[in-house]
Structures are given as C-alpha cells and as structure tokens.
C-alpha cells in the first residue's frame, strides 16, 4: 500500500473537493471543455436575460451551433450523428445545464427524445430524410406525450390516430411539449385500434398547430407549448413501424432520463459554486459569512451531495456504456439528481440572501428551472414509485 506524506499529495482544488475529475477520460474532459467554450460564447452572457424575457430569439443559429458542436443526438450512430458515449453525452449534458436547464431540455428533446425516437424505431426511409437535418440542427424536433388528462398515466391518451384508406387520422391534443411552438416536426404518440403508435409529423401539416404555453416561471429559456391535432391527415409513412405499445414512448424518456441524471448536476454545480465565491466575497459582523460555521454547514452538505450525485452517475454512465443500465437504475439516477441539485439550489439561494433571488446570479434561475425538472420525465413520486417495486416485487402505481 503506498503511504504518501500528506505533503507530496496534489493540492486540493475548493472547486473539485473530491478530485471527482480523476473520474473522466481525457475523450470526456474534451468533450466538456469544447462544450464550455461554446456555451461560454454564445450563451453564457446571454441566459439570465433569456430567461427574463421568455426565449432564446435566435434559437435556429444557437440550435445549428450546437448541431455543429455535435451534441444533438451526440450519443447515436450513423445518419450525421456524433457516435459518441454515454458518459460523454453525459458530460455534456451536465455542462450545457450549468448554463441552463432550458437549454438542456432543447438538447435532450432534440437528441433523446426526437431524434431517439426515429433512430430506434424509425424506418431508414425516416431516419435517411430527417437524422441528418436534426443532427445538424436544421431542423428541431418536438415529443408529444403528455396530454391535458394524462400526464404521469400515458396509457390514459385521448389522441387518437384511425386508419383512413392508406392514410391516418389524427384528432387530439398534446400539452406541456417542449420546443413546440418552433419545431419542424413532432413526435406524437397516439391511440390506435392496435395500441399506442408513434407518427413523424412535419409542423405545416393541415390541421397541426402548436400554441406557446406562456406565463411560466421556470425553464423560461425553453418555449414549451401544446400540440394541437384537428383532423391531421398523414401517409403510412409517417408512422414508425417498430414501435408499438407504450414501449416506444418509455424507451425514449428513459434516453432522455439518463442525461438529467448529469444535466441536473450542472444547476447544482453552478449554484454551488456561486454560493461559495459568494460567501467568501461577502462580509457580515466584520468576517466573510464563509468563515461562519453555519455557513460552512450549507456548503459542506451542498458539496457532499453534489459529490454523491456525481459518483452515481459516473458508474449509470458506465454501466450504459457496457450495455448493462436498466432503466430502474435510471430512475434512481433521475429521481436522487434532481431532487439533490434542486435542494443544493434552495440552500445555496440562503447563502446569497436578498441576492439569491436576483437574475443577476444564476442560483434562482437554476432553482425555478429544476422544479420542472422535478416533474417532467417521470416525477419523483412515479420514480420512487419503480424503486419502490425494484425493492418489493410490489407495484404500487394504482
Ligand atoms: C416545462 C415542462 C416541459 C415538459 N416537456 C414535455 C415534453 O416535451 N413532452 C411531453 O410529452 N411532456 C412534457 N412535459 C410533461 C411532463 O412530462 C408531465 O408534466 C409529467 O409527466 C407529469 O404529468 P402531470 O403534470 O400531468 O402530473 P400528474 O400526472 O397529474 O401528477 C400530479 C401529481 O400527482 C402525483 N401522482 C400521479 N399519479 C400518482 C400515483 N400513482 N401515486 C402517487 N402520486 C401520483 C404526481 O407524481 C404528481 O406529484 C413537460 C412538463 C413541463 C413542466
């Protein structure tokens, strides 16, 4: 065993505790440092206003920026895909969230969700005509599930898809869709006479239309809207042939779930570190509130959990990478991660007092926008609902 004299070891960094960096390969600590240098360009300086007014106005340059970054559908091979790992995928996920939560969710409707969708259950017809375009960020996809009556119960869907001839009908609506209101194309999961089927929709369909949701106070970079289907009559070929049954829409939230498992450490690391430079900077009854032992209590949990946090999904991000993640194991990841960064947030706003709820610092934009985090992509009680199954053998959803 080597003793090492406490003064050879390396010195330790306030910024990294743990030497969590140790962790990642020099492929993955490239991926996060050019997705940085993209973020610190062409977003970072521009997010908390973003925010404040409701959008990102040149959200097709940004979207084509990140396709030629190469983290849209990052972690698929073929068809202008990145082929990259899970882990890196992760990597840059956790970055483009320490930036905003909002800009995370662009990337993963996109990458997981609607370009996960035809990637897997695709035909090669669909995936030659549309993979290319949304790797690029051409053109920005959309993933409707969640209607107004059936959000965590998605087998309870009221969109309907009927055969007509050689066509589909669809009648229905969609609600809480992130990247609706400007998206090329939308995922939409509808009912049939044989199950819940999957069907490519370009958005100048007739009948199809996507309203804004506004008046939201979290996740206000990213515009989420409806999706409204009166009549929208599409060729068999809209249809994706592999997928049937709820198994097709599960498949892609579980994509889409593992990168929040590092996405949602990105607004924990952020707001961590902002409470910390900021209680060192920050002087009260003659000391910097750093030096106070309550304050070093926030900043000690804060790290402790944000450490835990990474470790487990430094090993799901392996464990995807062999080919062994199960997606209760996701669930796991989803539903401690988010829940943690979320609580790492709230603490860190009472480091910075008054100027925690300012959009000045990125601490309660983070807070607000893991809230939806918190419920989208299976909420904590439906995730701990499959824990609570993975422990018992007993399902306890109905
Ligand atoms: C900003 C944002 C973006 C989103 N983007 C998308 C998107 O792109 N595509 C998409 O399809 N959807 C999207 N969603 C929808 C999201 O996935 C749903 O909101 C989520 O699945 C929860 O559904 P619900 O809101 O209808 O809540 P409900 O299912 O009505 O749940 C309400 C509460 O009841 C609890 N509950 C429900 N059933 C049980 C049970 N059996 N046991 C215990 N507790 C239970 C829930 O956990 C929750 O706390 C988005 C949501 C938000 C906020």
Not at 19 to 40: G, H, N, P, Y
Not at 99 to 125: H, K, N, P, Y
Not at 187 to 202: E, S
Request: contains cysteine; negative net charge.
């Amino acid at each position: 065993m080597l003793h090492a004299d406490r003064a050879t070891l390396p010195a330790l960094d306030p910024g990294d505790p743990a030497s969590l960096d140790d962790l990642l390969t020099d492929d993955e600590k490239a991926v996060r440092a050019s997705v940085r240098q993209m973020l610190d360009r062409s977003a970072e300086p521009f997010i908390a206003e973003w925010f404040e007014r409701g959008g990102i106005p040149n959200i097709r340059e940004l979207t084509k920026e990140l396709g030629a970054l190469g983290v849209l559908g990052m972690h698929l091979e073929g068809y202008g895909c990145a082929g990259m790992s899970a882990t890196e995928y992760g990597v840059a996920c956790l970055e483009i969230e320490a930036t905003d939560s909002g800009l995370r969710s662009l990337v993963s409707v996109q990458g997981s969700l609607a370009m996960f969708a035809i990637w897997r259950w695709g035909s090669e017809q669909q995936k030659q005509e549309w993979l290319p375009r949304m790797a690029a960020g051409e053109a920005i996809g959309c993933f409707g599930l969640t209607e107004p009556d059936a959000g965590s119960d998605p087998g309870s869907m009221r969109t309907r898809a009927r055969k007509d001839g050689s066509d589909w009908v669809l009648d229905g609506r969609k609600m809480w869709i992130s990247n609706a209101p400007y998206a090329d194309v939308a995922i939409v999961w509808a009912n049939t006479d044989d199950g819940v089927r999957g069907f490519i929709v370009p958005s100048d369909t007739p009948g199809f239309s996507a309203p804004e949701i506004k008046h939201k106070l979290s996740l206000r970079a990213s515009a989420t809207g409806e999706l409204v289907l009166d009549n929208v009559r599409l060729p068999e070929s809209a249809v994706l042939p592999e997928a049937r049954g709820l198994k097709g829409p599960l498949s892609c939230l579980n994509e889409a779930r593992y990168g929040i498992v590092w996405g949602a450490l990105g607004a924990a690391r952020s707001s961590l570190e902002a409470a910390r430079r900021y209680a060192l900077d920050r002087v009260q009854f003659g000391k910097p509130i750093a030096a106070f032992q309550l304050t070093q209590q926030k900043l000690a949990d804060m790290s402790l959990e944000y450490i835990k946090g990474y470790l487990l999904a430094v090993h799901l991000g392996r464990r995807k990478d062999a080919g062994l993640l199960r997606p209760e194991q996701v669930s796991i990841g989803k539903l401690n991660n988010v829940r943690e960064a979320l609580e790492i947030c709230r603490t860190a706003r009472t480091v910075l007092g008054a100027n925690g709820i300012s959009l000045e610092y990125p601490v309660i934009r983070h807070q607000n926008n893991l809230e939806s985090v918190l419920t989208y992509e299976g909420t904590v009680e439906m995730h701990t609902l499959v824990l609570g199954q993975a422990l018992t053998g007993h399902a306890a959803f109905r």
